[in-house]
Antibody, heavy 118, light 110 residues
Framework: QVTLRESGPALVKPTQTLTLTCTFSGFSLSTSGMCVSWIRQPPGKALEWLAR???????YYSTSLKTRLTISKDTSKNQVVLTMTNMDPVDTATYYC??????????WGQGTLVTVSS | EIVLTQSPGTLSLSPGERATLSCRASQSVSSSYLAWYQQKPGQAPRLLIYGASSRATGIPDRFSGSGSGTDFTLTISRLEPEDFAVYYC???????????FGQGTKLEIK
């Protein structure tokens, strides 16, 4: 059974750095073709893909946010970490991590709401 | 960057009716890289269709996907009460490797 769970602060201040952790089970990020993606969704708006890390440690980022994002993994802990710098109120959103099997985003975590406010 | 445009924005239908949702890409997309998701309020999206026409595990056969190039369609043959939700199409670009989502179609009960 594949499960993913996001954790991190519910509230961050403008200009701060957000660090989110995705803890997963039911698959291994050392398996060829396995990846983990981060996607966000502002309240009432559409989904936006942020980043992906692959089993071989290749990393891919949204072109519009790449200067602010860093994705990393700890295979032994079954965790993926996303950091986003210089947070702004427009970054208020539910942040999801999701398993990506080759290129298919197939299993999602429940999401974590992050509010950016002073 | 490929832009996906979904239509209509909102679709009002009754249970038992057929729903046809459209996703148009700004440039050609490989069918292998086109997916559809369903999202209900307060829930994470659920993968319905991948590879433009393959149903994900556990998805009822009333859901079907079709299309190629720049035009893709999600069809729900006979709407059940639990099908009323927001639907997103998504494409994966292999160069550069990134994903884009459409803006969503809300399927509401008439």
């Amino acid at each position: 059974q594949v499960t993913l769970r996001e954790s991190g602060p519910a509230l961050v201040k403008p200009t701060q750095t957000l660090t989110l952790t995705c803890t997963f089970s039911g698959f291994s990020l050392s398996t060829s073709g396995m990846c983990v993606s981060w996607i966000r969704q502002p309240p009432g708006k559409a989904l936006e893909w942020l980043a992906r890390i692959d089993w071989d440690d290749d990393k891919y980022y949204s072109t519009s946010l790449k200067t602010r994002l860093t994705i990393s993994k700890d295979t032994s802990k079954n965790q993926v970490v996303l950091t986003m710098t210089n947070m702004d109120p427009v970054d208020t959103a539910t942040y999801y991590c999701a398993r990506t099997n080759n290129w298919n985003i197939d299993y999602w975590g429940q999401g974590t709401l992050v509010t950016v406010s002073s | 960057e490929i832009v996906l445009t979904q239509s209509p924005g909102t679709l009002s239908l009754s249970p038992g009716e057929r729903a046809t949702l459209s996703c148009r890409a700004s440039q050609s997309v490989s069918s292998s890289y086109l997916a559809w998701y369903q999202q209900k309020p307060g829930q994470a999206p659920r993968l319905l269709i991948y590879g433009a026409s393959s149903r994900a595990t556990g998805i009822p056969d009333r859901f079907s996907g079709s299309g190629s190039g720049t035009d893709f369609t999600l069809t729900i043959s006979r709407l059940e009460p639990e099908d009323f939700a927001v639907y997103y199409c998504q494409q994966y670009g292999s160069s550069p490797k990134m994903y884009t989502f459409g803006q969503g179609t809300k399927l509401e009960i008439k």
